[in-house]
């Protein structure tokens, strides 16, 4: 399901909202108080992520931001100690969007590092950095999928590529999994295998999978201990949180469901490589993400045109606009964008002098992106 009058609203795959089966879960969910640790239902959804993704406790958090926040200082606490560097590629999430918080509340150093087609750090640059911070707590972020590499999907290995680099120097590796699920559906692997060699990872349930609030934050239970009163002290703690756990769980059972976000993006993806005009980035390993531009029409101009024709896509800083398909989307409006999409391309005039692709895009209409 879409928000009412959203029309076709390719902005995100936070943009569902719960169904009749969600609401019914939460109107009838079982609740306590999750800041006394007593709420049956928040406790069934942190031992089922953890299971899920193969790690001794889970951390239900109101945003996967947040889970992000707190990982880092989890890992090097207690509070009150010196920061940890936090080295993340540059087109990460957490390093064009999350930053400013996990500098200023985190108490973090974020360092960037180019990353490799895939969206992996690039493996010298990564150990150059490691090297120079040789002692000092530092985390290692790897986000899977790749957001700004269209959301490719990592594997097991170049995750255990990058956890081996990082534990050589002492490092903590941390993996934002925001979309994790789409990678393990895209891979056709266990969540658990891919999330296997990083020390903590963020899970989120309100993207791909549809339930309307919650990341989770999985780690040992040691680490989720830390974690878990940090979240009090950032004001993260809910009570009957039970009514939020209860669409989880029902988002965790649609896993499978996510192929066919994938099969809908790839038909997106083809009819929008038929376009004249239109270039695509074409991930290793694609999942629900395209992202195309036309060359010559800065990005925030083309969101806008296709707005005028009832798409909302999300204009980027690369130059491209995305297009997240999730559970809303089907065949009917995959070829609606498309001929959108063909009306902007015909009609396109290049950048005035001076303006550079992707002027336009609003990185702060991007959190929780």
Not at 109 to 117: A, G, K
Not at 215 to 244: D, K, M, N, Y
Not at 304 to 309: E, K, N, Q
Request: aromatic share 2%; net charge neutral; hydrophobic share 45%.
């Amino acid at each position: 399901m879409a928000p009412p009058g959203a029309g076709l609203d390719f902005r995100s795959d936070t943009r569902t909202v719960p169904d009749a089966r969600m609401r019914a879960a939460m109107a009838g969910a079982a609740v306590g108080d999750d800041v006394y640790g007593d709420d049956p239902t928040v406790t069934r959804l942190e031992r089922t992520v953890a299971e899920l993704l193969g790690t001794e406790d889970a951390l239900l958090t109101p945003t996967g931001t947040m889970a992000n926040l707190l990982a880092p200082v989890a890992a090097f606490g207690p509070p009150g100690a010196p920061g940890p560097r936090l080295i993340v590629g540059a087109g990460a999430h957490m390093a064009f969007l999350e930053s400013d918080g996990l500098r200023r509340f985190g108490g973090a150093e974020p360092l960037t590092v180019p990353q490799l087609d895939d969206g992996r750090p690039e493996p010298g640059a990564l150990a150059a950095l490691l090297a120079a911070g040789a002692g000092r707590p530092t985390v290692v972020c790897l986000e899977n999928t790749s957001m700004m590499r269209c959301g490719n999907a990592l594997d097991a290995g170049a995750t255990r590529a990058v956890a081996a680099l990082a534990h050589r120097y002492g490092a903590h590796l941390h993996l934002d999994g925001a979309r994790l699920a789409n990678a393990a559906v895209a891979l056709g692997v266990r969540p658990a295998e891919l999330a296997e060699p990083a020390d903590s990872v963020a899970f989120s349930v309100s993207k791909g999978l549809g339930a309307p609030v919650g990341g989770l934050l999985c780690g040992t239970g040691e680490f989720i201990a830390r974690a878990r009163e940090l979240r009090t002290w950032l004001g993260g703690s809910l009570h009957q949180a039970g009514v939020l756990a209860a669409p989880a769980l029902v988002a965790l059972g649609r896993l499978p469901d996510l192929a066919a976000d994938h099969r809908t993006a790839a038909a997106l993806a083809a009819g929008l490589a038929a376009v004249p005009g239109v270039e695509l980035i074409r991930p290793p390993r694609p999942t629900n993400m395209v992202m195309a531009r036309v060359p010559g029409l800065a990005a925030g101009e083309c969101a806008a045109r296709l707005a005028g024709h009832g798409v909302r896509v999300l204009p980027l800083p690369n130059g491209h606009v995305r297009f997240a398909v999730h559970r809303a989307h089907d065949i009917i409006g995959v070829r609606a964008a498309v001929r959108a999409f063909a009306a902007v391309a015909a009609t396109a005039q290049p950048a005035t002098d001076g303006e550079l692709p992707g002027r336009g895009a609003s990185l702060t209409s991007m959190e929780e992106a």
